[in-house]
């Protein structure tokens, strides 16, 4: 059983990081992004009370996810512990392409214990950068199941990207079913922002309204939605339109169904954006994608 009091200790110390509300933008770089405090959806104390409550039970699920290898999600287990697992199409449409013997730079925050994405690609070298404000907990259960992942998991909250790394770091910043479940999904999204290479995407894929479709319970604590080819986060406490607040900031698409909301944000080169909003059938969102299960 694991010793709850010493597994979250540095979960708190990052979320006391947040509390006392570190700047999202680093200042003088002008691919910088300014915060979006008037438009978030709940008061943060909000927010951040309900994140830190729901940890206990974030933690349990995973712990048992290890003890039953996957359970119902038994071929998600074993993809993600895979080293030779390709790199899924729908991440490499996103990436430039290849230059050379140049490693390009993924970012997957949020990524749970094990990222979901592929280790290998024909097509280029790349690396993976996984990141989760959970991961000295994970740390601790893998340990305890005897499991070695093929990525390991380092530790930052996603509200804190900037302080941990440089802008301008990364080809593609990726989160899968993950931002629903942090306490202010908005910060992240700009600090992600900031950290993108201009030209680099932004990308995320999530359950469609996944806290009503889950009645708050846990993590689950906000709603990503699409409304007219815009996207959408919500909560009990308010919503955002996400593509209005950030059009000036980045290239924007948007593509849902009844299940799942996709969203890029392509982070402009210097004196070159061009606002999409909607989505429009052609570029990475094209074509079908895979819908993978809904804890991440």
């Known amino acids: 059983m694991l010793d709850l009091s010493r597994v979250l200790t540095r979960v708190r110390r990052g979320l006391h990081a947040a509390l006392a509300d570190l700047p999202t933008s680093i200042q003088g770089d002008t691919n910088s992004v300014a915060p979006a405090v008037p438009q978030q959806a709940a008061e943060p104390s909000h927010a951040k009370v309900a994140w830190t409550e729901g940890l206990p039970s974030e933690i349990a699920f995973w ?35 290849p230059a050379g013997d140049a490693i390009q730079e993924i970012l997957d925050v949020g990524s749970g214990p094990l990222t979901m994405l592929g280790k290998r690609s024909d097509r280029r070298k790349f690396r993976i950068t996984a990141v989760d404000p959970l991961a000295d907990a994970y740390d601790r259960i893998m340990a305890k199941h005897g499991v070695v992942p093929p990525v390991r998991t380092s530790w930052c909250h996603g509200e804190l990207l900037t302080t941990r790394f440089a802008p301008d770091t990364f080809d593609l910043v990726w989160a899968q079913n993950s931002l629903d479940h942090s306490y202010e999904p908005v910060r992240i999204i700009e600090q992600a922002l900031v950290v993108t290479k201009p030209g680099g995407y932004v990308a995320l894929s999530h ?24 996207f959408i986060i919500w909560n009990r406490q308010g919503r955002v339109n996400v593509s209005k607040l950030l059009q000036s900031r980045a290239e924007i698409r948007t593509q849902g169904d009844d299940t799942f909301v996709h ?26 994608r895979a819908h993978p299960g809904d804890r991440k």
């Open 263 to 288: 969203v890029s944000f392509r982070k402009p080169v210097r004196g070159s954006l061009r606002t999409e909003r909607r989505f429009s059938g052609d570029g990475p969102h094209g074509g079908s």
């Open 207 to 230: 359950a469609r309204n996944e806290a009503l479709n889950g009645n708050w319970d846990g993590l689950h604590q906000w709603n990503f939605d699409h409304e007219g080819g815009d």
């Open 63 to 97: 712990d048992n996810w290890f003890k039953t290898q996957g359970g119902v999600w038994s071929e998600d287990y074993k993809t993600r512990l895979n080293p030779d697992t390709p790199l899924q199409q729908t991440v490499e449409d996103y990436l430039p392409d």
